[in-house]
């Protein structure tokens, strides 16, 4: 079988086609090599029987097929370079966009994604100044390295812009495990409850309790209080507060002004009132905080007619506030000490008059005390230091119990056998009322109001027929528009004897009985020495 020699020129035209073929597969490259190779390989075993004249030819020809197998080499390097450039012409990065973990779409150009993102939260942020706003982690993006890259941005950044929420970082204000109000930050928060803390006590004394809460010597013994002195010995909230930072709808932060408007009208709770004699809807309505239509839906079971049935409960609604400030506070003050009052009797004075034989003074002592306040009432006070300074002197009066007839005691009884208050003293009808009328009683009879002598009894003009008693004491009686009269001028009286009958006479509209009094000359009203 003969040699197959190799064909340097098919070899070499062999190459350019190589060359000019970028795209020919590298693994028909190699599969080229290898076939050189074996053809080179069985040429020079034979070679080696020949005459070594041939030797020359042979390296000539090695020479030859060393250039090509080297042209050949660089065919597969160049090949190879230019597969290899011609794929990263096709390849590309595209982004993957997820919305709170749903994918949207698919964008080659992430700037623009961020730049439409970006534009909305500034839109809110004109609105909102002082908030800082985002869109935290709703979306997000996963670049991958895809062939001939294909994406739908203005569709996928369309709906990235529509669906995602701008939100505001914000710090909420919880009481007692419920969320009460949203503030701009922490800082926001812990300045409301400073100012719920003023409501109730100073800004020199708040300072001055945190600055002894921080000091080392905190637990060391207080100076005593001196008189008229006072401080406060704690500032606390009775309910469990904290702050906790979260993304927001920007609507719902409030000022620090709103804030504590809303904690301090508090929360409403549902309670029960019992109608009491003399309530009205809007009475009870008001009571509560409430409109007489909030009343009624509070109570739609109840029909009006025994809606407001002494006895009766009803559903009302009472604000609790969300929270409650404890203030405790010592203060030292002197206090006066009330002065005891005595009096001893004495038969041979008589019955209405009274003399001083010592006058009280009031004595002083020293208190100190600790009282807690809620929101401002005060909840206990305690004692903790009572010291008198001054001890109080007595009050004694000696008392006439000696009863003489002609004279009265001071205190007035109802002249008539009951009745009622028909007319009070004051301007009436144009000019002075000067004293009471009494009308109705169960029994006409009119009766001296105390002890005394008639100083006048007759006709008198528009009093029609009037007594005059003079107690003895400074003070004088008149009755007036009698039917008749049963004493006369001189006579001394009893208190409760019966000194004549109502009736209707002088200018009368009616029968009743009109009643002044008069002390030391001085017109007074009935009702304040009157004594039923």
Not at 193 to 213: C, F, G, P, R
Not at 350 to 379: D, F, L
């Amino acid at each position: 079988m003969g040699i197959i020699r190799p064909n340097t020129r098919n070899l070499v035209n062999l190459n350019k086609n190589c060359l000019k073929n970028g795209e020919r597969n590298q693994g028909e490259i190699k599969t080229m090599m290898n076939r050189l190779k074996r053809i080179y390989s069985t040429y020079t075993k034979k070679q080696n029987s020949k005459h070594i004249s041939q030797k020359n030819r042979f390296s000539t020809f090695t020479k030859r097929v060393m250039v090509v197998t080297t042209v050949a080499a660089s065919t597969i390097s160049l090949g190879a370079m230019a597969v290899h450039a011609s794929e990263n012409s096709l390849l590309g990065t595209i982004y993957h966009v997820y919305l709170n973990g749903e994918r949207v779409g698919a964008v080659d150009d992430k700037q623009a994604l961020d730049k439409a993102v970006n534009e909305k939260i500034d839109s809110v942020q004109k609105q909102f100044k002082n908030l800082e706003l985002s869109v935290g982690n709703q979306v997000s993006v996963v670049p991958e390295k895809v062939f001939r890259p294909s994406a739908e941005n203005q569709e996928t950044i369309d709906t990235v812009v529509e669906q995602v929420e701008v939100k505001a970082s914000a710090s909420a204000l919880t009481i007692n495990g419920k969320e009460v109000v949203l503030l701009k930050d922490q800082e926001e928060a812990e300045k409301v409850m400073e100012l719920l803390k003023l409501d109730y006590v100073s800004k020199e004394d708040l300072e001055a309790l945190e600055k002894k809460q921080n000091d080392e010597n905190a637990d060391k013994e207080l100076p005593e209080l001196k008189k008229g002195e006072s401080r406060i010995l704690d500032v606390s909230i009775s309910e469990k507060v904290s702050f906790s930072n979260k993304n927001v709808e920007p609507e719902n932060v409030v000022s620090v002004k709103e804030a504590l408007e809303q904690i301090k009208k508090g929360t409403k709770e549902a309670k029960k009132y019992e109608v009491q004699v003399g309530d009205s809807l809007g009475d009870i309505a008001e009571k509560h905080d409430l409109t007489s239509e909030e009343l009624l839906k509070l109570n739609p079971d109840i029909e009006m007619s025994s809606l407001l049935a002494v006895g009766k409960t009803l559903n009302v609604s009472a604000k609790k506030p969300y929270l409650k400030v404890l203030v405790k506070e010592e203060a030292s003050k002197n206090e006066e000490i009330p002065y005891e009052q005595e009096v001893i009797e004495d038969k041979e004075l008589p019955k209405g008059e009274t003399k001083v034989k010592q006058q009280g003074v009031n004595g002083e002592k020293n208190v100190r005390t600790i009282t807690t306040k809620e929101n401002g009432v005060t909840m206990k006070t305690e004692v903790t230091h009572d010291e008198t300074l001054k001890e109080p002197v007595k009050h004694i009066v000696i008392k006439g119990t000696k009863v003489i007839p002609s004279r009265g005691s001071g205190s007035l009884a109802w002249p008539a056998v009951g009745g009622y208050i028909s007319s009070k003293m004051g301007h009436r009808w144009g000019k002075m009322h000067k004293g009471i009328d009494i009308a109705r009683p169960s029994d006409r009879t009119i009766k001296a109001a105390d002890n005394g002598v008639v100083e006048s009894a007759g006709w008198d003009g528009g009093y029609g027929n009037k007594i005059v008693i003079n107690h003895q004491n400074g003070m004088k009686t008149i009755y007036a528009h009698l039917d008749s009269m049963s004493v006369s001028v001189g006579e001394t009286v009893s208190r409760g004897s019966k000194i004549g009958v109502m009736g209707t006479t002088g200018q009368s509209t009616g029968v009743h009985l009109h009643f002044e009094v008069y002390k030391d000359g001085q017109l007074k009203d009935p009702l304040q020495y009157l004594n039923n």
